[in-house]
């Protein structure tokens, strides 16, 4: 462990300034009040104004610097450190699962004499964290990256990919995973196209809660992740989160067919226009449809991971400028997803604009902003005038999953007519057969 692990900033270099490190007993006197603790480490993402020490009674501190502060050594204690258990008995017959970390709370683990939050990085951390784990499955883990969500991009999209197919060439039964939830939509989209012709499942799972907070979902989420990548009978690439607010079932929700709903509720991610492929419940997998890719074994891979980064996603509104869409063309754009009203509609003075794009080879599709139904651009004379400068109109797909197909499509080939022709063809469940009416 680094001598001062988490801290950065002024506080760096106070505690540099007094000659400190993690693990020392410390007197910290600021502004007439007198602490003194263990010198405690601090997470990667912690603010930079803070020292944390353990005060005799057990808890943490937080002190905040000052140009006044005066911190003295008073004693030598031992740097705290987080020892994993050792790794339970394997049993045989359990199928082996690997669980690659890319970020959020849900391989995560809390180290309650620090208070910090950590990536699980090892079999044995995930064991520590989830004991039943050893009872379900042999796990190989990794930690591919730590990141938030929203940094996850599309060169991290390839590398999931690439180290997904990786493990499933190896011969696992299945591979999980972790990832923070506000992106995981857009990764699961990614990998589904990316990962083509799936022998096993890829289980994308999170946690709305962390787990050091009493009402985290992180622990059942990561047990039915594990147990569907062992044993569903699918090969998909899904999202499993939480059925209900309650512990009872856990959901497993196609990759391109899935949105996050609910900015904090544990059962935040709905399946869209479809239903759910399959509830896992006290271990237990039911299958919801007989609409699915079945596990096979001897299926080969075909790992195409590259997407083209110049596409955008464009929302219409009432204010909405045309020059928006002349940007996109100026700038290099190749591919622009409009996420129209309705059924599938943008005010008729933007139509030069997009003809314009389209005569310069960007490809030009309509989603809805409308969570359920189906883009029709041949009711209204809007649509059917999009349609006839060459807008595609995109069925039932969200436009999440077509920002990531299209850009997908463009990385694949350069060819507009071909470009369109993938674009129109259901390769993963993009598009539902029909509209579903119930449920929303």
């Keep these: 462990m680094d001598e001062l692990t988490g801290y950065r900033g002024e506080v760096l270099q106070a505690l540099k300034k007094f000659a400190v490190k993690v693990g020392d007993i410390i007197k910290i006197a600021t502004d007439g009040d007198v602490f003194e603790g263990t010198l405690m480490p601090r997470y990667e993402l912690a603010d930079d104004k803070h020292i944390v020490i353990k005060l005799k009674n057990g808890y943490n501190v937080g002190i905040r610097t000052s140009p006044n502060i005066k911190i003295e050594r008073v004693g030598v204690g031992t740097i705290p450190a987080f020892v994993p258990p050792p790794l339970p008995k394997e049993r045989p017959g359990l199928p082996e ?51 938030y969500s929203e940094n996850i991009q599309a060169k991290h999209w390839t590398k999931m990919a690439e180290t997904t197919a990786s493990y499933i060439r190896g011969g696992v039964n299945g591979v999980v995973i972790c990832h923070g939830t506000d992106t995981m939509a857009y990764t699961s989209a990614a990998l589904s196209f990316a990962l083509q012709n799936l022998p096993v499942p890829v289980v994308l799972v999170g946690s709305q809660r962390s787990s050091d907070r009493p009402s985290s979902d992180a622990a059942m989420n990561l047990i039915n992740a594990v147990v569907a990548a062992g044993n569903a009978p699918l090969a998909e690439v899904v999202i499993g989160m939480h059925e209900s607010p309650s512990d009872t079932a ?43 890719t079945r596990r096979d074994s001897e299926r080969k891979l075909a790992l195409k991971p590259r997407f083209n980064e110049k596409v955008a996603l464009i929302k219409f509104h009432p204010l909405f400028d045309q020059e928006l869409i002349e940007w996109h063309l100026n700038n290099g754009y190749k591919g622009v997803i409009l996420e129209g009203t309705g059924l599938g509609h943008v005010r008729k003075h933007l139509l030069p604009s997009i003809k314009k794009s389209i005569r310069n080879g960007v490809i030009v599709c309509m989603t809805s902003q409308c969570l359920w139904g189906r883009v029709n651009m041949n009711v209204y004379d809007v649509g059917r005038d999009l349609q006839k400068i060459g807008v595609v109109p995109l069925e039932d797909m969200l436009p999440e999953t077509a920002l990531v197909k299209t850009a997908w499509v463009l990385a694949q080939t350069g060819n507009v007519e071909e470009a369109r022709k993938l674009l129109l063809t259901n390769m993963v469940g993009e598009f539902s057969s029909r509209t579903l009416y119930e449920g929303w």
């Design 97 to 147: 699962v690997a669980v690659i970390s890319t970020g959020g709370t849900i391989a995560s683990r809390v180290d309650y004499r620090t208070g910090a939050v950590h990536p699980a990085i090892s079999a044995s951390d995930l064991y520590s964290v989830v004991p039943e784990l050893s009872e379900i499955a042999k796990v190989r883990a990794e930690v591919l990256f730590s990141l």
């Design 250 to 292: 856990t959901l497993l929700h196609r990759g391109t067919k899935v949105r996050k709903c609910h900015t904090s509720r544990r059962d935040a991610f709905r399946s869209i226009n479809v239903g759910p492929l399959a509830r896992i419940e006290a271990g237990k997998i039911t299958m919801l449809t007989e609409n699915y």
